[in-house]
């Protein structure tokens, strides 16, 4: 049995951001990651992969990217280089290939098993990701033995799928960023659309995260949106990170050959079914793109940087795209394979302790547990919009850092 003051589990950029802050606050701690440090970057990821957020915007507490093209976007190889370049810069307490397999409170803490040993702490930071298990729709159990299943975790090429169409279901960054490539890659892709977030990469010369970045809507609080349980829901950004900067939206998709139809709903044998919602849900995203757009407007003349930047673009509504078939029959269509682009659940089979919702998700408030000394980072919106982010990570650990370190100084 080892012990130390705090037990982080995982090691991607939230398990290191908030080891280098609870090293800055001078607690004793180890970082335990099942694989290598970045694993997911390194595992779950597809080839052609780049980060959406721009080079500016890799940051994290005590480190940068320091390069020579701010405005560009990483390659997966890219971003785990820099976080391995970040545990190494403060010598993080890692203990790779050590997988937790259960925390169970114990007296003073908490217990820590793992395939290596246990450990014994006062305190526990769980940072094993928003982006844990793929969230696939039930009804896909349904779907005929001969037609590939598959999520993007697991994709990696278009080669490495079947001849034939496919169906790309989920239009946010990862779904329309597969069916672009699949399509590309000579293979007729539909795409079934449900609630997204339409985004320019540039508007009036500079990267749309640019402007948020200026504007303040990333570092929004939990606490002061107007209904946080509809914030959560939020679908994630469609955008994309390409050098040519180029906008990957719906009618850019649908320009170049991809065919759209409404959100899935329900799949048996070779058959599945879509609703009737295509353009109301591409109606409500121009709705939301509109009011971006008009809110950096106002901005840009409020602040004075109507001289530094471009002149106002005209926005474009994606108006009234064909509502799509109620149906396809996958087999008389030579579809032979369905990509699941449709989110994420957080599953924790190893937390022994009785902190999980009804859903499966840890109880917290900006990611402090009712269960004294145990903590989460790395979510969604933890604590800001941005918090699942690169960028966004580093303050939260900030925050939880120092809470953590006055708890055990409580404790002691
Ligand atoms: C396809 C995709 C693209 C993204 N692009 C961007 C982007 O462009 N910009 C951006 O800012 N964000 C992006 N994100 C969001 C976010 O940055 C990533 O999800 C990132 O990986 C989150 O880091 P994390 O440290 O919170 O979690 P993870 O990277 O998921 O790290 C969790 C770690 O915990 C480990 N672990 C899990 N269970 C255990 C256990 N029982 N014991 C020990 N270790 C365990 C895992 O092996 C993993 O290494 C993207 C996400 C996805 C899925």
């Not at 997911?40 to 052609?48: G, H, I, K, P």
């Not at 390069?67 to 307490?93: C, I, K, N, T, W």
């Not at 994709?155 to 034939?164: I, Q, S, T, V």
């Not at 950096?296 to 108006?319: S, Y």
């Amino acid at each position: 049995m080892r012990r130390t003051e705090a037990v982080v589990i995982g090691g991607g950029q939230a398990g290191l951001a908030m080891s280098h802050c609870l090293a800055e606050s001078g607690v004793d701690h180890v970082v335990l990651e099942r694989g290598r440090v970045a694993e997911r970057w390194r595992s779950e990821r597809w080839d052609s992969l780049r980060l959406l957020t721009p080079n500016w915007q890799t940051r994290l507490p005590g480190f940068r990217y320091r390069g020579p093209d701010p405005d560009g976007y990483m390659r997966v190889g890219e971003v785990v280089d820099f976080l391995e370049r970040y545990a190494r810069s403060f010598a993080a307490p890692l203990e790779e290939g050590t997988a937790v397999v259960s925390v169970e409170p114990v007296d003073g803490g908490y217990r820590v098993v793992t395939d290596r040993g246990a450990w014994e702490a006062p305190s526990v930071v769980i940072a094993t990701g928003h982006c844990d298990t793929p969230l696939v729709p039930g009804f896909a159990a349904s779907l005929a033995g001969d037609v590939v299943q598959l999520v993007p975790s697991r994709y990696r090429h278009p080669d490495h799928l079947p001849a034939g169409g496919v169906l790309v279901v989920g239009a946010s960054a990862s779904g329309v960023q597969l069916a672009d490539e699949i399509h590309a890659s000579g293979r007729p892709v539909t795409l079934a659309v449900g609630r997204h977030t339409r985004l320019p990469r540039v508007y009036r010369g500079r990267d749309i995260l640019w402007w948020f970045d200026a504007m303040g809507l990333f570092d929004e609080p939990i606490d002061e949106v107007f209904d946080p349980a509809v914030s959560l829901s939020q679908p994630s950004l469609q955008l994309v990170g390409r050098p040519d900067r180029a906008t990957l939206d719906l009618p850019a998709l649908r320009a170049r050959g991809v065919r759209l139809v409404g959100r899935a709903t329900g799949a048996q044998g070779g058959r599945v079914l879509f609703a009737d919602d295509l353009v109301a849900y591409t109606a409500a995203a121009d709705a939301r793109l509109a009011r971006l757009i008009q809110r950096i407007d106002i901005f840009a003349a409020r602040t004075g940087l109507d001289a530094e930047v471009g002149p106002p673009e005209p926005f474009r509504p994606f108006l009234w795209p064909d509502a799509g078939p109620a149906e396809i029959d996958l087999r008389a269509e030579a579809i032979r394979s369905v990509v699941w682009a449709t989110g994420f659940r957080r599953l924790y089979p190893w937390l022994k302790v009785p902190v999980l919702d009804a859903r499966g998700e840890i109880r917290h408030q900006g990611g402090v547990t009712p269960f004294p000394g145990l903590y989460v980072i790395g979510l969604y919106f933890l604590r800001r919009r941005k918090s699942s982010f690169i960028d966004g990570v580093g303050r939260d650990a900030m925050e939880l850092a120092a809470h953590l370190a006055g708890y055990l100084r409580v404790a002691a």
